[in-house]
């Protein structure tokens, strides 16, 4: 019979090995060492909270699954109860704690302190209400909306799982939670600033596209807490009797400031006529003061749908000072057209364009330098215009697009502060002192983007002049 190769070939490879004294194929095998757990590391979003503020506290590190515990010790305050990350609920305190928070892995503990704040007694009716309404968006996006609520108090509140109806569809409750501030504002919306969506330039407290405020039917919208007091009412379900949606004109509907009412009363309501913290030009003032000033008073806004929009970010105003140049520098945010800017210190002269009428086409993200001088003249993006210096004790710069507001500011320089015109730039939105100096610099986030607010406090006045670049 005759023998298969294969076979052949087996017996000879076995007899080869046999002989060789390899007896077994030897597999390379890694050195195991026994495995290195992380240090166990907490991180709060906040290491100071209200007794009615949640925290979400995530974890890193460890080497099993981590039970959470205070110090001292409450009870159900962890959600969920082992795990990470988890969202704390503080206990309601009758007065401030130093509380130790402690998570532990079964082999480490990890612990943080943090402050927990009595809040004192809940806030009450009148105390938050609406104070504007975007219901017909912005020029940027009709879904550009956004809801202002008003802290009348001098306390800090916390809003947990507060409500407003209707504000997410017809029928439908908005729901919210967030930190209000003594005497201030909160701004909810539907995009957030850093959004090509949203032309509100401002810091948003609450960006959630849930946000849908119905343009067929006005509301009723009616501001509640978690436990279902109401704490405001606006509009009636009919129609809006304030707020513009038109081609040309997109207006927010916004509270009279000497107004506390809580339910409807339309006369103490009005169609905002400036436009404050929105790079569009449409009429609102989210983040900021209201006018007090209805769209009804004012011009007819211009029809420029190819103008640009821009903000107020360097100045330098010091007259006889030796100095050649007095300045203001802006930034470009849209696109567009630059002859329509005004740049106005109020003093009554008739202020013009910036170009004298000429047609300038900037793009979004240029810088130019407005210039005092004696006549019209431009050096690429300086523009020198005909026109007093603004006095170095104390005046406004505002920044127009024909006859809408854009940006402005109040500086002074001497030791009592003052207001060349307080009336008309508490109009424009300014709250607070003016600015304490005759050159400032905006400042700007940590994400590089500029400050938003008419408030003295957006500026910086130790920064060194930087002309047509970004600010340090």
Same mark, same amino acid.
């Given at each position: 019979?005759?023998v298969?190769?294969?076979?052949?070939l087996?017996i000879?490879?076995?007899?080869?090995?046999g002989c060789? +004294?390899?007896?077994?194929?030897?597999t390379?095998?890694r050195?195991?060492?026994?495995?290195q757990?992380?240090?166990?590391l907490?991180?709060?979003?906040?290491y100071e909270?209200l007794?009615t503020?949640?925290?979400r506290? /995530?974890?890193?590190?460890?080497?099993?699954?981590?039970?959470?515990e205070t &110090?001292?010790?409450f009870?159900n305050?962890?959600q969920?109860e082992?795990g990470a990350?988890v969202l704390?609920t503080?206990?309601?305190?009758?007065d &401030?704690?130093?509380?130790?928070?402690i998570?532990?892995?079964?082999?480490?503990?990890?612990?943080i302190?943090?402050?927990?704040i009595?809040?004192?007694p809940?806030p009450?009716?009148?105390?938050?209400l609406?104070?504007?309404?975007a219901?017909?968006g912005?020029?940027?996006?009709?879904y &550009?909306?956004?809801?202002?609520?008003?802290n009348n108090?001098d306390?800090?509140?916390?809003?947990n799982?507060?409500?407003? /109806?209707n504000?997410?569809?017809?029928g439908?409750?908005?729901?919210?939670?967030?930190?209000?501030f003594?005497s201030?504002l909160?701004?909810?919306a539907?995009?957030?600033?850093?959004?090509?969506?949203?032309s509100?330039?401002?810091?948003i407290d609450?960006t959630?596209a849930?946000?849908?405020l119905?343009n067929?039917?006005?509301?009723?919208?009616i501001l509640m807490?978690s436990?279902g007091m109401v704490?405001?009412?606006v509009?009636d379900?009919g129609?809006y009797?304030?707020?513009?949606?038109e081609?040309e004109v997109?207006?927010?509907?916004?509270?009279?400031?000497t107004s506390?009412?809580r339910?409807?009363e339309?006369a103490?309501w009005?169609?905002?006529?400036v436009?404050v913290?929105?790079s569009d030009g449409?009429l609102?003032t989210?983040?900021?003061?209201?006018s007090d000033k209805?769209l009804?008073?004012?011009?007819p806004?211009?029809?420029?749908? &190819?103008?640009a929009?821009a903000?107020?970010t360097?100045?330098?105003?010091?007259l006889n000072?030796?100095?050649? /140049?007095d300045?203001?520098e802006?930034y470009?945010t849209k696109?567009g057209n630059?002859?329509?800017f005004?740049v106005s210190d109020?003093?009554?002269?008739s202020?013009?364009?910036?170009t004298?009428?000429?047609d300038?086409?900037l793009?979004a +993200?240029?810088?130019i330098?407005v210039?005092?001088?004696?006549?019209y003249?431009?050096?690429?993006?300086?523009f020198?215009i005909?026109?007093?210096?603004?006095?170095?004790t104390?005046? /406004?710069?505002v920044?127009?697009c024909?006859?809408?507001?854009?940006? +402005?500011?109040c500086y002074?320089?001497?030791?009592e502060?003052?207001?060349?015109?307080?009336?008309?730039m508490?109009?424009?939105g300014w709250?607070?002192d003016?600015?304490? +100096?005759?050159?400032a610099?905006r400042k700007r986030?940590?994400?590089?983007?500029y400050l938003g607010?008419?408030q003295a406090?957006?500026?910086?006045?130790e920064?060194?002049p930087t002309?047509?670049v970004?600010?340090q």
């Amino acid at each position: 019979m005759k023998v298969p190769m294969f076979t052949i070939l087996l017996i000879s490879v076995s007899f080869f090995l046999g002989c060789s +004294g390899c007896t077994q194929i030897e597999t390379p095998t890694r050195n195991e060492t026994p495995s290195q757990s992380k240090a166990l590391l907490l991180y709060p979003e906040s290491y100071e909270i209200l007794d009615t503020e949640p925290l979400r506290i /995530e974890a890193d590190g460890g080497s099993g699954e981590i039970f959470w515990e205070t &110090d001292p010790s409450f009870d159900n305050c962890f959600q969920p109860e082992k795990g990470a990350p988890v969202l704390f609920t503080p206990p309601d305190l009758s007065d &401030d704690l130093i509380l130790g928070i402690i998570a532990s892995d079964g082999k480490e503990n990890a612990r943080i302190d943090i402050t927990v704040i009595d809040e004192g007694p809940p806030p009450a009716p009148g105390d938050v209400l609406i104070n504007e309404i975007a219901w017909a968006g912005t020029h940027t996006s009709s879904y &550009d909306e956004y809801v202002e609520l008003i802290n009348n108090t001098d306390r800090v509140f916390y809003l947990n799982n507060w409500r407003i /109806e209707n504000a997410a569809g017809v029928g439908n409750p908005f729901i919210f939670s967030g930190k209000l501030f003594p005497s201030s504002l909160f701004l909810i919306a539907n995009y957030g600033e850093s959004s090509e969506k949203s032309s509100i330039t401002v810091r948003i407290d609450r960006t959630d596209a849930a946000l849908s405020l119905p343009n067929l039917q006005a509301g009723p919208y009616i501001l509640m807490n978690s436990g279902g007091m109401v704490f405001d009412t606006v509009c009636d379900g009919g129609e809006y009797l304030h707020g513009k949606n038109e081609q040309e004109v997109k207006a927010s509907m916004a509270r009279l400031s000497t107004s506390s009412s809580r339910q409807w009363e339309p006369a103490s309501w009005y169609t905002e006529s400036v436009s404050v913290n929105l790079s569009d030009g449409t009429l609102g003032t989210p983040g900021a003061q209201n006018s007090d000033k209805p769209l009804s008073e004012q011009l007819p806004a211009p029809e420029i749908g &190819d103008a640009a929009r821009a903000i107020i970010t360097e100045f330098y105003i010091d007259l006889n000072d030796g100095k050649v /140049e007095d300045w203001v520098e802006l930034y470009i945010t849209k696109e567009g057209n630059v002859k329509y800017f005004i740049v106005s210190d109020l003093d009554g002269d008739s202020d013009s364009s910036i170009t004298d009428g000429e047609d300038c086409f900037l793009s979004a +993200g240029e810088y130019i330098q407005v210039i005092w001088s004696t006549a019209y003249h431009r050096e690429g993006n300086r523009f020198f215009i005909p026109d007093v210096n603004p006095t170095g004790t104390k005046d /406004e710069l505002v920044l127009l697009c024909a006859t809408a507001f854009l940006d +402005g500011l109040c500086y002074c320089s001497t030791d009592e502060l003052q207001f060349d015109d307080l009336e008309e730039m508490r109009g424009y939105g300014w709250s607070g002192d003016p600015v304490c +100096g005759k050159r400032a610099a905006r400042k700007r986030d940590e994400s590089g983007l500029y400050l938003g607010g008419l408030q003295a406090e957006i500026w910086d006045l130790e920064a060194e002049p930087t002309p047509g670049v970004p600010n340090q």
